[in-house]
């Protein structure tokens, strides 16, 4: 069973710019959770995605947004980029009640 | 607003020696998540613990839930340096069934020396 796949392993942008994370999740999960994990703040839960709608978000900006696509793909996209963003995201999914699987994130500088 | 605080941040242990880390939430949850990490890499999950005096174990490591306290630890037996990583507890604190709003600790870097 192929696992959480995230692209790009990393993402380099400039302070202003705009930056879009992916996110597969594990065939038949319909669930797809996003985490940031930034440099002593620990991790964070960002969005939480169920069945193409979003059905929660953490404590951010209304710059970190995203969507979940009809296949249960999602993106996240953060505008705006401030230095602050600099973190590993980290994609999780899962089927209604059954364990959380993690992809390997995405790594995104903002310079 | 739900807080975990595990401690401690920093573990340097011998190889050969026991040892715990703490796990402490701020409110009600019935579900409590450890999870490892190695340098680079994604979150690889350990244990789910849901109820009270939940005790559960893998190897060298056994975690454990009081629900009254609000306290889970994850015990380190007889450490090897493979187990050299950083462990987040992670504590779902809303949201029902089916959901994985986790709020995590900082987590404990754990280094093993030979």
């Known amino acids: 069973e192929a696992g959480v796949t995230q692209s790009p392993t990393h993402l380099i942008k400039t302070r202003g710019q705009q930056a879009t994370l992916r996110c597969s999740p594990i065939?038949?999960?319909?669930?797809v959770y996003w985490y940031q994990q930034a440099l002593g703040l620990g991790l964070q839960f960002l969005l939480w995605y169920d069945e193409g709608e979003e059905r929660n978000r953490g404590n951010f900006p209304p710059r970190f947004s995203g969507r979940q696509f009809p296949n249960y793909s999602s993106e996240l996209n953060v505008n705006a980029l401030e230095l602050e963003d600099s973190a590993l995201y980290l994609c999780a999914s899962s089927r209604r009640g059954q364990d959380l699987h993690f992809g390997n994130g995405t790594r995104l500088t903002v310079t | 607003e739900l807080k975990v605080e595990q401690n401690p941040l920093f573990l340097s242990m011998q190889e050969g020696k026991n040892y715990t880390i703490y796990c402490n939430y701020s409110t009600t949850s019935d579900r409590l998540y450890w999870y490892r990490q190695d340098p680079g890499k994604s979150l690889e999950s350990l244990f789910v613990l849901l109820s009270n005096g939940a005790v559960k174990q893998e190897g060298r490591l056994m975690a454990s839930l009081d629900t009254k306290a609000r306290l889970s630890t994850l015990h380190i037996t007889a450490a090897v340096h493979d187990l050299s990583a950083t462990y987040f507890c992670?504590?779902?604190?809303?949201?029902?069934?089916?959901?994985?709003?986790?709020?995590f600790g900082k987590g404990t870097k754990l280094s093993v020396i030979p």
């Open positions: 992670a504590v779902d604190g809303d949201s029902g069934a089916g959901s994985y709003q986790l709020t």
């Open positions: 065939s038949g999960h319909t669930s």
